[in-house]
C-alpha cells in the first residue's frame, strides 16, 4: 500500500505524521535538512544552548496540550510581566493576580495611566469570554486600531502593547490582525510562558521520538508535488496515496505555484556573560523605540541549563528594520544601545552567535485569520499544513498538521486509504 508522504519535518509536519501513525495510516515524511523541527530548533555552541530566533512555549495553547507531553519537556517558567526601559529608567509591569507583591512597583510604573492599568483587566475578561473560535469570528481590524478603540492611551500603546507585541508579531507598526492579538493576549492570561529546560528544539524532538523511524528521510528535499506522488532533488519519484506539504510559506507558494507570501524576519544576537544584566527570568521591552533591539531575555535565568555553570546566555531580539542591517553594524548599535540599558558591563559581553530568520512568521494582516481554519485540501488535490494556514505561532502549526491529517483520512474514500477514524 502506497503511503502518504508528508514534504516538511517542522512542527505541523511532525504533528501530521503524529495524527496519521496514531490512527494506523503509514506516512513517510521528506525533510530537506538534517533534523526535524523546521523554525523551532537550538543550536549549541561553547556548551550554550542558543534557540534559533528566541522562542517560548505558552502552556495555554489548546493543540500543543493534545499534541505534546509538557511534563517530559520539563518547561521552565518566565515571570509573568515586563520590564520596560524608557526615559533611562526601568519600569515594571507584572501580573498583579499572578505577582501580587508586585502591584506597588506596577502601580508606580511610568507607562501609560491608572486607566490603562483598569483596561487591562477589562480586556482580560474580554477575549476570556466564550470559546477561542468565537475570537475569529469577531468582526477583524488592526492590533492598533483595537487597542484605540478599547481606549488604551497613546504613551501604553506606544510604550507597553508596541514593543511587546512587536516581539509576539515581529510587527513593526501593529497591524496584525485583532484575531491574532485577542487569541494571543488570551494565551498570555490563561497559562505560563515557558521554555523546554533543554531548549525549544524538545519539542520536535519529542514528536519526533514517536514516529516510527523508518519514515522519517532527512537531507533529501522535494522539488515537485503531485496529488499521487513527489519528486525528488536526486530525480526519484515516489509514488503517495496523499500528499501533504507542510513547509513554510514561501516554499509552499513555490512548490504548490501560489502566490508569494509576505513573512516577517528577526535577528537574534545571543552574547555570553558571567553576570546576567536582569534579576529575573523576564522579558526586558524597549519602551522607547529607539531601537535595535525591541526585546530582550534571559534564557539562563528561567532554564540554568541554557549555559554552563556559573555563566549565562543573553538573546537579544531586532525585527524589521533593523533586522535587515548587516552584522558589523547591527552588532555596534545593539552594544551601544544595551550600554545606555545596562552600563559599562556590558563590555564584558561575548558575542557567540548572530541567528537571522528570513522567514520567522507569515505577516497576519487584518482579514488573514477567517472565522474557520482554512481548508487543507487544496483545489489541486494535494494537502497542505503550516502555521501560515492557522494562527502564526507553535499552536497554530501543530493545530494545521493534526487538520490536514484529518483531511487526508476523511478522504480516504476516494484514495483509497484505511478507514481509520480520526483522533488527535
Known amino acids: 500500500m502506497l503511503p502518504v508522504v508528508i514534504v516538511g519535518g517542522g512542527l505541523a509536519g511532525l504533528n501530521c505524521a503524529r495524527v496519521l501513525h496514531k490512527n494506523n495510516v503509514p506516512f513517510l515524511l521528506f525533510e530537506a535538512g538534517h533534523e526535524c523541527g523546521g523554525r523551532v530548533t537550538t543550536e549549541f555552541v561553547d556548551n550554550y544552548r542558543l534557540d534559533v530566533g528566541f522562542q517560548v512555549l505558552h502552556t495555554a495553547y489548546p493543540e500543543a496540550k493534545h499534541a505534546l507531553h509538557f511534563p517530559s519537556l520539563h518547561l521552565q517558567k518566565f515571570y509573568p510581566g515586563a520590564q520596560i526601559f524608557k526615559n533611562g529608567k526601568w519600569n515594571l509591569l507584572a501580573d ?7 502591584a506597588p512597583a506596577t502601580l508606580a510604573a511610568r507607562i501609560g495611566t491608572l486607566k490603562d492599568r ?14 477561542i473560535e468565537s475570537l475569529f469570528a469577531r468582526q477583524d481590524i488592526s492590533t492598533r486600531r483595537r487597542l484605540e478603540e478599547f481606549g488604551f492611551s497613546s504613551d501604553f500603546i506606544e510604550s507597553f502593547f508596541k514593543p511587546f507585541y512587536r516581539g509576539v508579531f515581529l510587527d ?3 497591524n496584525t490582525s485583532r484575531r491574532m492579538f485577542d487569541f494571543m493576549f488570551r494565551m498570555f492570561g490563561a497559562g505560563e510562558v515557558a521554555i523546554p529546560a533543554k531548549g525549544m528544539m524538545m519539542i520536535p524532538l519529542q514528536l519526533r521520538l514517536a514516529l516510527p523511524r523508518h519514515a522519517l528521510i532527512f537531507d533529501t528535499p522535494v522539488v515537485q508535488v503531485h496529488p499521487d506522488q513527489v519528486r525528488l532533488a536526486d530525480g526519484r519519484v515516489v509514488g503517495a496515496r496523499a500528499v501533504v506539504v507542510a513547509v513554510d510559506g514561501p516554499s509552499a507558494s513555490s512548490l504548490l505555484g501560489l502566490p508569494a507570501m509576505k513573512t516577517r524576519s528577526t535577528t537574534t544576537l545571543h552574547f555570553a556573560t558571567n553576570k546576567p544584566p536582569l534579576s529575573r527570568a523576564i522579558i526586558a521591552l524597549d519602551g522607547e523605540g529607539t531601537g535595535p533591539v525591541n526585546h530582550l531575555a534571559v534564557p539562563s535565568l528561567a532554564s540554568p541549563e541554557y549555559a554552563p555553570k556559573a555563566c549565562h546566555l543573553i538573546a537579544c531580539n531586532c525585527i524589521e528594520p533593523a533586522a535587515q542591517v548587516p552584522d558589523e553594524a547591527l552588532l555596534g548599535q545593539v552594544l551601544a544601545q544595551m550600554t545606555r540599558w545596562f552600563g559599562k558591563e556590558v563590555q564584558t559581553w561575548h558575542l557567540l552567535r548572530i541567528h537571522r530568520v528570513r522567514h520567522a512568521l507569515p505577516s497576519q494582516p487584518p482579514g488573514w485569520l477567517e472565522p474557520a481554519d482554512r481548508p487543507a485540501l487544496l483545489p489541486s488535490q494535494v494537502f497542505v499544513a503550516g502555521d501560515y494556514r492557522a494562527t502564526a505561532s507553535i499552536d497554530g502549526a501543530l493545530r494545521s498538521g493534526r487538520l490536514a491529517a484529518e483531511a487526508v483520512m476523511l478522504s480516504g474514500f476516494r484514495r483509497n486509504l484505511p478507514q481509520a477514524r480520526p483522533q488527535s
Open 96 to 102: 498583579p493576580w499572578r505577582k501580587p507583591l508586585s
Open 118 to 131: 483598569m483596561l487591562l483587566a477589562h480586556l482580560s475578561s474580554d477575549v476570556s469570554r466564550g470559546s
Open 172 to 174: 513593526p507598526d501593529l
